[in-house]
């Protein structure tokens, strides 16, 4: 499989995004892993670099609950914001629930990939397949 140049992980919780960045360089899958603490720091670091020339992420590893603004929400301003509107397709919702209400809303909102937590190999493993 060939490495990732960058992946955005935007997570709240301090735990689930250790237990992510380890798996992630576990499995050596990108050059670079950025993160940041909700959407709205996702949204304002994808516009500012977007303007800059800066690379976006390759894929986005998007916490459903979060504080400020949350996945959903995140995955809303996307298509508002005409230079990150194509990022959608990379988006990877990470949850600890079991609501099938955010799956579905997820999912209409165009999101292909919705996992549950902890972050592992083995259910990143598809994902990261559908990129090769």
């Not at 809303?76 to 988006?91: F, G």
């Not at 919705?114 to 190999?121: D, Q």
């Amino acid at each position: 499989m060939k490495k990732l140049k960058k992946i955005l992980l935007v997570d709240d919780d301090r735990l689930s995004s250790t237990v992510s960045k380890f798996v992630l360089e576990d499995l050596d899958v990108a050059e670079e892993v950025v993160e940041v603490g909700n959407g709205r720091q996702a949204i304002d670091l994808l516009g500012r670099d977007a303007r800059s020339g800066w690379a976006a992420p390759d894929l986005i590893l998007l916490d459903l609950e979060m504080p400020v603004m949350d996945g959903l929400e995140f995955i809303e301003q996307l298509p508002k914001k005409e230079s990150l509107a194509r990022l959608l397709d990379r988006i990877v919702l990470l949850t600890s629930s079991v609501n099938p209400y955010h799956e579905r809303t997820a999912k209409a909102m165009g999101v292909k990939w919705f996992l549950h937590r902890p972050l592992s190999a083995r259910n990143l493993q598809p994902v990261l397949a559908s990129l090769a």
